[in-house]
């Protein structure tokens, strides 16, 4: 089942910074948008991973 979440995100000292509004705590950075989706999706993951164990 996929999901969709709405990505918050600013610009910060030129990096693309942001948070996911439907699950707090996940917040990642990247130099571009597209990094920043990348690595958003990555940290949702390991949120996801942790909460298994």
Not at 19 to 38: C, N
């Amino acid at each position: 089942m996929e999901r969709q979440f709405t990505l918050e995100y600013w610009l910060d000292d030129g990096w693309h910074v942001g948070k996911l509004k439907e699950a707090p705590g996940v917040f990642s950075q990247g130099e571009s948008l597209e990094e920043l989706e990348e690595n958003i999706r990555d940290a949702y993951q390991l949120m996801m991973e942790e909460t298994k164990l």
